[in-house]
Each structure stands twice: as C-alpha cells, then as structure tokens.
C-alpha cells in the first residue's frame, strides 16, 4: 500500500481532538496494523495493550499481520477510520469490544478456540436445474428500488431514529416477501448497548435444519465527519447495496418456491461501521450455542464498479476453500463474470465477526482496494455516484443465489435418489420404538428388514406412525429377521415401528427413494 503523509488539515482536526481525549470516554478496539500505524500518528497516547500476530486465514506466514488492543475516544475512533481510508487508501478495520477480557478473547481470534464449530460441507456443484431456474428471474430494477429506499432515511446509523426505522422497514419488506410461507420467518434481534436492531431473515431447512447457512450484509450507515439525528448518510453502496442485493435473493428463492434442506438465514447487521458491533454480538451468539453455521457470505459493497474485474474475492479473514468454491459458482452459472482477488485488512467487515469465531466466511466485493468507491462515509455515497444503475450489484445477487442454494439443498443425507438408513437398539417384551418420518418420493419404494436377537416384529406405515394393528405393511415371524415394503405414487412420509415379542435386540436398515 502507498502510504501518504497526513495533509495539514487532517493533522490540524486529529491534534484539535487530541486535549480532549482525558475527558472523552475510552474504549477498548482492536485494530490491525496500518491503522495502528495511523492511531500512532493521530494520537501518540494510544499504546496497545496486547499485540499479537493476527490469524487472517492466509496460507503463508509472510501475509500475517499483527493486531493490535488499544483504548481510543469516540473522535479517535472515527477520525482514524476516516483518515486510513482517504490517506492509506485501505480499509482501517476495528472490532469495538465492551470489555478489556472481550477484547483480548476477539484479539486471539482462531487461535484460541477450543473447536471450531462449523462442520466443512461438501462443494460439490449439483443444484444445476433449481440455479438456472432462479437466475434468470433476478431483476437489477428491484435492486435499485431497494437501494434507493435505504438512501432515503436521512441516514441509518447506530444511534439514530432513521436508524431504527430502516430496521423495522427492512424487516416489514422481508415479512412482505415471506408473504404466507410458515417456513420463513423474520425477527428483529435486539442489542442490549444501542437502540438500532439487527433484522434475520430464517428459511428454515426441511432435512438439516440445525445446519445453517449465512448471507449478511450490513443495515446501518454513517458519515465519517460526524452523524447525528439530521446529517445525511445515505450510504448507498455502503451498504444499502448489500441489503439491497440479500432483498432480491430472498424475492428470487421466494417466487421460485424453493424450500431449502438445510437453514439459510440472510442477516442485516446494525452498528457494522462502529466496529462490527450488531455482528459481533450474532456471531458470538451463535458461537456460543454450539450453532453449525456451514458457511457466511458477506455482501457489503455490491454496486459500484471500481476495476477491470467485476467480482474480487477477498483472501484475508476468508476461507480458502469456501472461497475457491464461490469462484467456481462464478464460472459455472454467472458466464462472462470476471473475478480477481484482493485483501481488505483487519476487520474491515462483519465476516470478520464469524471468522474470528472458527466459521467458513467469503467476501466478495465491486472493486479492487485501490480504486474502491470514494463517497462511502459521506453525503455523496448515493445510487447516482454508483452510476445510477445496479447491474454490478445484480451480478453479485446471482452468485449470492446460487451460494444459498448449492449450500442450502445439501445436507446429512443425499439431496435426491436412493438412500439408506440404519439403526439399532434392544426392546424389552412389548416394547415399542417408531422412526421417521422418511421422505419417500413419488413412485418411489420404501423397504424396511430387521436382523436381530429375540423375536422383534416389523410394522411400516405411509402417513404415520404404525401401531400393531395400524399399518401399511407388517412382518411378524417368529425371530428377529423381518422384511416389509411399500411404495407410493406420490411423494409421503413414511414411518416405521419395532415391537418386542419377546426381549431382543435388532438392527434395522431402511432403504428408499428419497424426495
Ligand atoms: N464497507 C466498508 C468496508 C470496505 C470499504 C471494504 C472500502 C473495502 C473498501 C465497511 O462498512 C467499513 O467502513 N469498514 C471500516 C471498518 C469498520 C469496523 C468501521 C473500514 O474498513 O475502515
Ligand atoms: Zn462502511
């Protein structure tokens, strides 16, 4: 990076700050190196605490970068951001943290968590036929709509009413979206510290809904010299543009019908530009229920096209192999799409929050660092200084698509076709156990068999669970080994019983066409 001397003016506005930081509140950031750097030149009182090399999840030592825990005034906070922007011409990322220990557990990141939470899906490409019938219906005019509704609060930050109010809209317009589905389900989450909430999105998943898959963008805004009830900060790119882009997913999933296996959750996170603040309290949520998040995408900044390529993969604080997985979606279904890769630095967006948290993050962005959009934090980061269009951000919604479904339509189990499924236990004399519902397709059949000890009998029924004298088919002979099987011309679920005749052990294996 090209680093530049502070111009008078900012040196001018950084030193007028500098007698007030005594009296200002402090608080507890991490931040990495350049922006340390910065904090250095800004505030020289602001020595880190704690320092460590950073795990950004690059592959070779030589990326790593430290980061760095350090108290900062409010003023500091933001004018540092500000200054890494337009002086270093990179993103000067922070985690703000409520507590010295929270901050020091966020500055370990990976490197001191016990287990990662995530299970590592398969990559696999074979959603091909429900992709291609997406796609086609996204529409870059319902994007603009969308960013250009956000615009329209006055601004959309943390603390203020249009901040709020961008919260309870967006959440209504998802509601609208849902329209009567009783899989999806939209609720606001609320943060202890400030007033704006976070929106969630759920799909809930039909076979895997314990595995979950994360599209976030970010819902507030900000303007770098100051934001209060009536400054402007329409932050059209940042990051109405991601809103925006998630919003026309959701319609797209929604209008084709599509029910995904697993849970996909699109989340619009309050307070992103104070220090990943309404992400972090997610992610550690999530983290601490032991939530298996299979994978976060991160949309922020889809609409303003800044380089020679069209989609940059960023590969800090990302996951390679997720990564690599998203630029093939790119290859296979967005053909003509061009993508180059590039690193935004410590904390320069809410992926940051899950991958300090173990999970497998992705950060696709408009344009290269260097030639990234210069109205963003200001009154002129508008849809028009993105050229009045949203065809960039339409490119960025397919692939989001396509994440959400190639991720979404996997699960424990095989997604379609011949599946089997087995189990074992031992039944006391006239004891029973049921299994299922098993998802049989239509004209598809369902075979149960038992091998054991004792003399277990059989039952299996389409639509519920059997009883001895209620069943589709039974097999009751005098040992353990049993076999039944029906079929059905449409798709049912189908469920099965094991009574002890007597005591005995067995070992039932299910084997069917599944949905
Ligand atoms: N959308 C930006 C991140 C960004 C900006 C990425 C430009 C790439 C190019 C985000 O909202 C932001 O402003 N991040 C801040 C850090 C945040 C914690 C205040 C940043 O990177 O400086
Ligand atoms: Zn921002």
Redesign the pocket.
Known sequence: MVKKLIPAAVAALLLASAPSFAADKLHWITLGDAAYKQLQKMAPQAIAKHSVMADNGAQSLADGEKAHLVQVSEKQMFAL?HA??HELKR?????FHPTEAAGRAALAGRNNLLAVKASRPSYAITQQSTVNAVLPNMQASNIAQTINDLSNFVNRYYQTQGGVDASAWLMNKWKTIAGSRTDISVAQFTHASWKQKSVIVTINGTDNPNEIVVLGG?LDSINTSGTTETTRAPGAD??ASGIATMTEVLRALVANGYKPRRTIKMMAYAA?????RGSQEIANSFASSNANVVGVMQL??TNYKGGANDIYLFTDYTDVQQTAFVKNLITTYLPGVTVGSDK??Y???DHASWFNKGYFTTMP?ESP?NS??PY??TVNDTFANSRNQADHALKFAKMAAAFAIELGSQGAAPPSGDRTETFSGSLARGASKSFGPFKLAANGTFKASTTGSGDIDLYVKKGGVPTTTSYSCKSDGSTSTETCSTTSTTNTDVYVLVYGYTAGNYNLTVTYKAQ
């Open positions: 951001s890494v922007h993103c000067g990322g922070f985690m970010h940042d990051d992103e530009e104070v220090g990943l922020d900044m935004c630095g904390a320069c967006s962005f660092m990234s959009n963003i934090h």
